[in-house]
Nanobody
Framework: QVQLVESGGGSVQAGGSLRLSCAAS???????????MGWFRQAPGKEREAVAT????GRTIYQEGRFTISKDNVKNTLYLEMSSLRPEDTAIYSC???????????WGQGTQVTVSS
């Protein structure tokens, strides 16, 4: 019923920018399963951490300073604009969705972001 597909990852030099996209397919009533969406990342040997989250009306709940989350509710697509990237931003970035805040039952497959110095 819910499918999340990320795109836009890749390799970039430090200081560069990337834009990630997450196309959501949600056949639940009123697209309730993707009311809350977010970006998370996991670097090798580290725990997964939240990068940015957004609520059902497009209000940012949380985002790191160099990242900007946004959502096109017509397309049901989530975006993450990343700027001033650093090598420590290297990770697999995943999109997640939920009908309520705090729990994330739906995940995309992830997209690799590699930042070289």
């Amino acid at each position: 019923q819910v499918q999340l597909v990320e795109s836009g990852g890749g390799s970039v030099q430090a200081g560069g920018s990337l834009r990630l996209s997450c196309a959501a397919s949600d056949s639940t009533y009123n697209r309730r399963s993707t009311r809350y969406m977010g970006w998370f990342r996991q670097a090798p040997g580290k725990e997964r951490e939240a990068v940015a989250t957004i609520d059902s009306v497009g209000r940012t709940i949380y985002q790191e300073g160099r990242f900007t989350i946004s959502k096109d509710n017509v397309k049901n697509t989530l975006y993450l604009e990343m700027s001033s990237l650093r090598p420590e931003d290297t990770a697999i970035y995943s999109c997640a969705a939920s009908p309520s805040p705090g729990l994330w039952p739906y995940w995309g497959q992830g997209t690799q972001v590699t930042v070289s110095s």
